[in-house]
């Protein structure tokens, strides 16, 4: 099959250059060094030839060398697939794993260049549980390859291939039909798969594509069209079209100008500059530019590089930019044309890929992350989620791994953004799980909701740290957290007597009070356990906004949630106090007989029986009820606070 | 339905700047008026906007220098991104005491240039053993390098390393993500990647654990070689071939760097015309025989070459295949 590989194309490859190498290397550099860039992702299964079409990317274009090769032959015959001969998943499957169960599971990027062009090749795995590698690897391309073996036209996995290339907004689609050399070069074949694609195309809203016949296997139409066995196929071939399509960062040079900056560059104080990436547009010394969260504008003074100063510099390159006026500007933050800023906002309808083995939670805080800007976000129940295969829409609560579902995201402040539709840079996002840190999702901006756009923050006059100083104290939150009868509530009034008594103000949130009254509408699922919590957090930092030292007393049994609160709250202020009783103490003392109510099943959802606790990884402080009295437990509390932060008391 | 046209282009594709249609150059070239970018451009670009990003992100970042030329454009990269300031880290050689001596006088030089910070770290226990590449095979590698990377790593608290790996090198780098996460023990989980989607990276971590990241992973050898001719970077002189003092071991061609070679009886070291294509431990790293003395010619060499980089590397042929992927999950680069 090497042979075949290298050999029998029929056609002479458009990006053989040896003969310019040998002769003059550098009329070959000069040519290298003005290529552009193209990347682009393969979709498809083994069984549609797609590794054989890369590895022959791959070869002909000499990324294969003769080691690589002799490596590639001794894996062929120890696990390989096709019967001792060159197997080039061997080559593309890197990871162990791969090779052994013969499956493509994680993205792998590869590298050819033609004359005119240099490619990277994302090479995606095609089977529905790897759903969320294709789009990873999608999210960064070009252009997608859609394979189709001729013999077996439009299949199931064609069309969630699509589906996912348009999702993320991928505008060039390729339709191979692959294996044209075991149909006979038959063009009726060809001209059948082609209706039966651009029928399904357009109902998805894919509104071009090109389909060529190729044999990856043989070399038809893969270098030059048409290849003398298809002399009805009037179109480019598969590296002329690669080669011809325009880039989306060029595309990207059209939009208004953005940049979001990554980095604030201070060497000394003369200098003050804007580091980042241009998302889109151009810039010039002397435009007039808007930060867009802040709404202040300044011009532009100088594109700085070390190559010296650019008099203009354009989307996809990095720079850094000095600005006329001394403006408020730091990482997170848009500079753009100032005519034509982006939006800003906190609610918007998005599309989230879920990625995660643990399924997302509603209404539970995650980090968002877009551009440079990351902020704490929840996603309410999705409207609905897509089936991958036949593009209905299905309820749903949740979202697993490998789900597409539509939601609402909310974030604790305004972002700058655009829909997802006009940018990648600035309308796609990932969230990561504030636990383990793991990236667990991808979304994509529709639009903002009106009611977020409505709502503006309404400047404060006087200050919280004005608040805070006319109390002659600093406000604080102790969250006191732990399982039902643990004694959270009798501590925390211990503490908050002793605080009066030192002429602290204070304010205690107690469980029980607060579901009687604020949270009286929730009940103790998962989701309503969160709300609450929510909730108990917003008045907590409202209160401490007015200068408070504030005493919470709830279960607060999942740890994301307690992180949520933390957050909201500015460094130190938050003390996270374990009240640590072992299940079987709490459950003995069991002063409000819930917990034998909770063992007949009388009540459901009850933290330690049949919902779980999340214990505190690192508490500011914990308590062990079994060796302290809740006396000396105050106590420590007390001197933790005061001690803290008033060592002249 | 009415079935579509077979090139089927339904319509003109949406971002199809329409402005620019008419001036659109003959073959489908991209608008006149748009500065066109080259890939080295874009990569340079890419490169840039990922080192920023861990510094803006990671608490304690560090650079890995290895002296070689791959290490000499990320170090070229980081100057750039922080252009008219130093880069704002500093520099690490874990060093083996076996590197050519070439290197050394480099390294030095180039930290000094750059104006950074140079750390350089030596396995105490692998010096005390007097660990070698002659006496110790593999275990020169595991001690000195995974393990002294270890160390350094921990020794300063270090939360994000950069390293100049391409995925062009090696079929495991070739799945490994721009950041990659490693756990408390440095350990790597091939399987258990972070989706990394457009050029948003999670930087995200908790407290002993660490990312390695990789800011030229989309490089390929010859744009290494395109770019520090473009960019006039200095490189090691061993790239360019030279007559050098060699001996043949196993096949393999490695010069005589200094008198801790331990050379049979008789034996005497003969002068060859040769270069590199990767630089490690002297007494690991095969040379070819070359007569490419400038840059151009090199990249020439390389073009109509049959072999690959790492071929040179004793490395990559342990553990029937997968030895870097497994040299990778026990914390290696």
């Known amino acids: 099959m090497a042979d075949h590989a290298v050999n029998d194309a029929g056609a002479e490859p458009v990006y053989k250059t040896d003969a310019l190498i040998a002769e003059d290397i550098n009329a070959y550099l000069e040519m290298h060094q003005n290529k552009e860039l193209l990347r682009f992702i393969t979709c498809g299964s083994v069984d549609d030839g797609k590794s054989t079409l890369i590895g022959r990317l791959l070869y002909d274009s000499k990324m294969i060398f003769e080691d690589q090769l002799a490596a590639l032959e001794a894996d062929s015959k120890r696990v390989g697939t096709q019967g001792g001969e060159i197997d080039f998943a061997l080559?593309?499957?890197?990871?162990?794993?791969?090779?052994?169960?013969?499956?493509?599971?994680?993205?792998?990027y590869r590298f050819f260049a033609?004359?005119?062009?240099?490619?990277?090749?994302?090479?995606?795995?095609?089977?529905?549980?790897?759903?969320?590698?294709?789009?990873?690897?999608?999210?960064t391309a070009d252009l997608a390859v859609i394979l189709i073996d001729a013999r077996k036209g439009v299949l199931t996995q064609t069309r969630r291939h699509s589906f996912l290339a348009h999702l993320i907004g991928i505008r060039h689609i390729v339709l191979a039909v692959n294996k044209m050399d075991l149909v006979g070069y038959d063009q009726a074949v060809?001209?059948?798969?082609?209706?039966?694609?651009?029928?399904?195309?357009?109902?998805?809203?894919?509104?071009?594509?090109?389909?060529?016949?190729?044999?990856?296997?043989?070399?038809?139409?893969?270098?030059?069209?048409p290849s003398a066995s298809t002399p009805w196929y009037s179109g480019p071939s598969l590296i002329e079209h690669l080669e011809a399509v325009q880039i989306e960062s060029a595309a990207a040079q059209e939009r208004p100008f953005r940049m979001p900056v990554q980095w604030v560059n201070r060497p000394n104080l003369d200098f003050r500059g804007f580091a980042g990436l241009i998302s889109a547009g151009s810039v010039k010394p002397g435009d007039a530019i808007r930060v867009a969260s802040s709404g202040r504008t300044s011009t532009i003074r100088s594109i700085v590089t070390m190559d010296g100063q650019l008099d203009e510099a354009v989307a996809g390159q990095s720079v850094t930019l000095t600005l006329d006026d001394e403006i408020d500007c730091s990482r997170g933050d848009v500079i753009a044309i100032a005519d034509a800023p982006p939006e800003s906002a906190d609610q918007f309808e998005a599309t989230i890929v879920w990625m995660s083995d643990e399924a997302l939670t509603p209404g539970r805080g995650y980090w968002l992350k877009l551009a440079t800007q990351t902020v704490t976000a929840t996603v309410a129940a999705p409207k609905y989620e897509i089936d991958v295969n036949t593009m209905e829409h299905l309820a749903t609560k949740c979202l697993s791994l490998n789900a597409i579902g539509v939601a609402e995201v909310t974030t604790d402040r305004a972002i700058t953004f655009e829909p997802y539709a006009d940018s990648r840079e600035l309308g796609g996002f990932i969230l990561i799980d504030k636990i383990t840190n793991a990236t667990v999702a991808a979304g994509m901006i529709h639009f903002s909701l009106r009611r977020a756009q409505n709502i503006h923050w309404q400047a404060l006059e006087i200050s919280r740290a004005q608040h805070a100083a006319m109390k002659g104290q600093q406000p604080a939150v102790l969250w006191f957290t732990g399982l039902s009868g643990s004694g959270k509530s009798t501590i925390a009034n211990m503490v908050e007597k002793k605080l009066h008594a030192n002429g602290r103000h204070t304010f205690l949130l107690d469980g029980d009070n607060i579901r009687h009254a604020l949270n009286k509408d929730l009940g103790f699922t998962d989701a309503d356990r969160i709300e609450n919590i929510r909730r108990v957090g917003e008045v907590a930092k409202l209160m401490t906004d007015a200068g408070l030292i504030v005493l919470t007393a709830f279960i607060s049994p999942f740890r994301a949630e307690r992180e949520l609160v933390r957050s909201m709250m500015p460094e130190g202020e938050f003390l996270e106090i374990h009240i640590d009783t072992p299940l079987s103490v709490a459950e003995e003392r069991d002063v409000k007989g819930l917990y034998k109510k909770a063992r007949s099943g009388e009540l459901k959802n009850f933290t330690g029986i049949d919902s779980p606790y999340e214990a505190p990884d690192a508490p500011e402080i914990r308590i062990d009820t079994t060796q302290t009295t809740p006396e000396e437990a105050a106590e420590l509390i007390v001197n933790r606070l005061l001690g803290a932060w008033a060592p002249d008391l | 339905m009415e079935p579509l046209p077979r090139d089927s282009t339904l319509?003109?594709?949406?971002?199809?700047?329409?402005?620019?249609?008419?001036?659109?150059?003959?073959?489908?070239?991209?608008?006149?008026?748009?500065t066109r970018l080259t890939h080295l451009q874009r990569l340079e670009a890419e490169s840039i906007h990922i080192i920023r990003e861990v510094v803006a992100e990671a608490q304690r970042p560090v650079m890995l220098y290895s002296v070689g030329k791959d290490s000499a454009v990320m170090l070229h990269l980081a100057k750039?991104?922080?252009?008219?300031?130093?880069?704002?880290?500093?520099?690490?050689?874990?060093?083996?005491?076996?590197k050519f001596r070439d290197m050394y006088a480099l390294r030095d030089k180039a930290a000094r240039d750059a104006g950074m910070e140079l750390l350089v770290h030596h396995n105490p226990e692998a010096q005390e053993r007097g660990i070698n590449p002659f006496d110790h095979g593999p275990l020169h590698t595991d001690m000195w390098k995974t393990e002294g990377l270890k160390q350094a790593l921990d020794k300063y608290s270090f939360d994000a390393a950069f390293g100049g790996a391409r995925r062009d090198e090696e079929k495991s780098r070739a799945k490994e993500r721009i950041f990659s996460f490693r756990t408390a023990s440095h350990g790597w989980d091939p399987k258990n990647q972070r989706p990394e989607l457009w050029n948003l990276y999670n930087a995200r971590k908790s407290r002993g654990e660490s990312i390695r990241v990789f800011p030229i992973s989309n490089w390929t050898e010859l744009d290494i070689w395109q770019y520090i001719m473009a960019e006039n970077i200095e490189i090691v002189p061993l790239y360019l071939a030279q007559m050098r003092p060699t001996v043949e071991r196993d096949g393999m061609l490695l010069m005589v760097d200094d008198d801790r070679f331990p050379l049979a009886p008789g034996e005497e070291p003969v002068m060859r015309s040769i270069r590199f294509r990767t630089l490690g431990c002297y007494p690991l790293t095969g040379a070819v025989e070359s007569t490419a003395a400038n840059l151009a010619e090199v990249v020439q060499e390389m073009l109509l070459t049959t072999t690959s980089e790492r071929q040179g590397r004793a490395i990559d042929k342990d553990e029937g295949g997968a030895g870097m992927e497994k040299k990778k999950q026990e914390g290696y680069f």
């Open chain 2, 80 to 98: 750039k991104a922080f252009y008219p300031a130093p880069p704002p880290f500093p520099l690490l050689h874990v060093d083996t005491t076996w």
């Open chain 2, 11 to 34: 319509a003109p594709a949406k971002n199809f700047c329409p402005a620019h249609t008419l001036r659109r150059a003959p073959g489908g070239g991209n608008c006149p008026a748009m």
């Open chain 1, 91 to 108: 080559l593309v499957d890197g990871l162990a794993a791969e090779r052994e169960q013969g499956i493509t599971i994680d993205v792998a």
């Open chain 1, 114 to 139: 033609t004359e005119k062009r240099k490619f990277i090749v994302a090479d995606t795995p095609g089977h529905e549980q790897y759903t969320r590698n294709m789009v990873t690897g999608a999210s």
């Open chain 1, 190 to 225: 060809f001209d059948r798969i082609v209706a039966d694609y651009s029928t399904f195309a357009t109902s998805i809203g894919i509104t071009a594509f090109t389909a060529i016949p190729i044999s990856g296997f043989k070399g038809d139409n893969i270098t030059l069209a």
